[in-house]
């Protein structure tokens, strides 16, 4: 069974498409992968055939109208009445809806985050637009999928739709094989250099601690900016920039951590109602974490009792609570991040996502 998946992205950073993929190959169906070449096209080796749009346009929103009609005539390629369509977030919603009524083939969409709600458009013209296509599609999908609980709520509330199946989004279990002690302590953030993240606060806080470095892995628009912030206040010792990594060097960096970051700020319920990779990441590693105090990330923390939660960003308040977890020590953690992490991988997740492709499955065969 041919299953033909789009996205908006080079595909080499995104896990979560990479696992859907994965999930979908390793369990006898066929996918077709498409992206582009938005921000480059490094070399990718995948088991089963993906593409790349090659992109003219400079600008994002140019971007993303080049890609609309690009992308309809490549899934067209690939499509036949006997082909599950996978949509991943609103960017390919359109070109898929169209075809899947054209061929009368069934459609899943992924919502990693809500797009609508993502920092970056806020309180400008775009935001309109993108409404206007949430609105329309969104209510006419019958199977959907999303990356949070809370997402999935939200979608509930705004459009009174079934509740989509919450596939969260973590990794893979990994061997764990002991815990380094670090004479320096390390505190990590891994992920996109952007707004919005916390970053430049975390940086801020080493003028309080002491004995530690700060390792930031990845790379991003802010990065130049991050590094001058770190300069001027005289941190820059304490600051290592590891660049943007390839998932498998991330692998190898994360468990050397003492303790890992995700401390969003809420400018978005898309951020706020998120659960980032990089949690589940650092759980996967038996690092502690200190995070935000939003639902699905501190909810995890309660639950599992892995760390600490900030009250508030400032740079004073997380250099306390880091400090916590560096002085505790990776030991006191290792029997709750083990609970953690054998209950948080996606090894949890796959039979949901199966459960949806099977359905699609018999809904073709009907068909037939």
Known sequence: MRVVVSVFNNLYTDQ?????????????????????????????????????????????????????????????????????????????????????????????????????????????????????????????????MTASSSYANWF????????????????????????????KKIILYQGWLNYSR????????????????????????????????????????KVKFLGKLRPDELRKITPKADVGVSIEENNGLSYFYSLPNKISDYIQSRVPVVVSDFPEMSGIVRNFQVGEIIENHSPEHLAEKLKIVLEKGKPAYLHNLNVAADELCWENEEEKILKIFSDCKRELEHRH
Request: hydrophobic share 40%; charged share 30%; aromatic share 12%.
């Open 16 to 144: 979560r498409v990479e696992k859907v993929c994965k999930t979908l190959y390793d369990n006898g169906y066929q996918p077709i992968l498409i992206g582009n070449n938005w921000l480059g096209a490094p070399e990718l080796e995948r088991p089963y055939p993906f593409f790349r749009i090659g992109l003219k346009s400079k600008k994002l929103r140019f971007a993303y109208m080049e890609f609309q009609t690009k992308l309809y005539k490549e899934i067209q390629k690939h499509a036949d009445n006997n082909t599950i369509l996978l949509a991943n977030d609103l960017e390919t919603i359109m070109p898929n809806y169209i075809i899947s009524k054209k061929l009368g083939i069934p459609l899943v969409f992924d919502s990693h985050e809500i797009f609508t709600e993502m920092p970056t458009i806020q309180g400008r013209w775009v935001k309109k637009v993108w409404k206007k296509i949430e609105r329309f599609f969104v209510p006419k999908i019958k199977k959907m």
């Open 156 to 183: 509930v509330k705004e459009y009174q739709i079934t509740r989509p199946v919450v596939v969260r989004n973590l990794p893979r279990r990994i061997k764990f094989d002991g815990t380094p002690e670090n004479s």
């Open 198 to 237: 916390g970053i430049d606060k975390a940086i801020l806080a080493m003028k309080w601690i002491d004995q530690a470095e700060l390792w930031i892995a990845g790379g991003g628009p802010l990065e130049k900016e991050f590094k001058t912030i770190a300069k001027n206040e005289n941190v820059l010792d």
